[in-house]
């Protein structure tokens, strides 16, 4: 009896132990369920986040980039009204209408009006008189960009009436190219809003370009309008100093003006004159007459 007990009580313990060990083996698992449940939601967020970070990136990639293309756009049309206001004045300007070219006058300045204000400048501001080379300069100016309008330091050759530019004094690759012929030279202080600034106006582009000093800008306008009087006076169109001194102030405040057709004066060969298109000014007692 007393073995029998014994057996009985061996056999409770042993499957009390294997209940227990079932039960831990239960709590084992349900904590790896559970550590294995957590890992799953963290990765999930975890790739929510990045997925969310990712997202956002590309949003304000696009954003900048529609930006960017606004911009661009705004800069082009507010280019294209500008030419298209120049492509109306110059229109304005040959139009055989008096009343047309009145208009014109009174908004703008013909390229042929400045240019002649530009060359009596340059006569009177040269004390021996016509060059008779074109004078060659280098140095660096900084030199705005035609499209995004950023300023960039470039190294300026000024030879036989053509301004070169580089990226630096090697010289190398070129950059680009300003030619002279039937350029102007202004002062770009005020609509480039940089100090010392050279304004130089072509028939196809105007740049502008500024120095660190006065100095240096007066010598590089100096040396342009040299190159440009020079080509005038191998064309013939250098006008004389007493001249260009006389229309100088009929130009800046002409009391009159307007567009005539001018007969051309007569020989005994040729006969009657040629009729031409001509703008006259009147001031002070003389009548004066520009191409």
């Not at 990712?54 to 800069?75: F, T």
């Not at 082009?76 to 009204?81: Q, T």
């Not at 040299?226 to 013939?236: D, E, F, K, T």
Request: hydrophobic share 35%; proline share 3%.
């Amino acid at each position: 009896l007393g073995k029998i007990e014994a057996e009985k009580r061996a056999a409770e313990e042993r499957a009390r132990r294997e209940e227990e060990e079932r039960k831990r083996q239960e709590e084992l698992r349900k904590l790896k369920a559970e550590e294995a449940r957590i890992a799953a939601e963290v990765e999930k967020k975890r790739l929510e986040y990045v997925a969310e970070q990712a997202r956002k990136a590309a949003e304000e990639q696009e954003r900048l980039r529609k930006e960017e293309e606004a911009k661009a756009a705004a800069k082009a049309a507010e280019e294209a009204a500008q030419r298209k206001l120049e492509l109306e004045e110059e229109a304005m300007l040959l139009d055989e209408s008096p009343e047309a070219a009145a208009r014109a006058h009174q908004q703008t300045e013909s390229m042929e009006y400045v240019r002649f204000a530009t060359m009596a400048k340059a006569i009177e501001a040269l004390p021996s008189g016509p060059p008779t080379c074109f004078p060659e300069k280098k140095g660096f100016l900084n030199k705005q960009g035609g499209g995004w309008k950023s300023w960039k330091q470039r190294f300026f050759v000024l030879s036989n009436n053509v301004m070169k530019y580089y990226t630096s004094n090697k010289e190398g690759k070129e950059q680009g190219e300003i030619p002279l012929e039937d350029a102007t030279v202004q002062h770009g202080d005020k609509e480039s809003g940089k100090k010392n600034c050279i304004k130089l106006v072509t028939p196809g582009r105007t740049y502008f370009m500024y120095l660190d000093s006065a100095a240096e800008k007066d010598a590089w306008v100096e040396a342009i309008i040299q190159s440009i009087a020079y080509n005038l006076v191998r064309a013939g169109k250098y006008p004389s100093q007493e001249a260009a001194k006389r229309m100088v102030p009929v130009l800046k405040f002409p009391a009159t003006c307007g567009w005539l057709i001018k007969e051309g004066g007569k020989t005994k060969e040729q006969g009657k004159g040629k009729q031409q298109r001509r703008w006259f000014a009147i001031r002070e007692a003389q009548i004066y007459y520009f191409k």
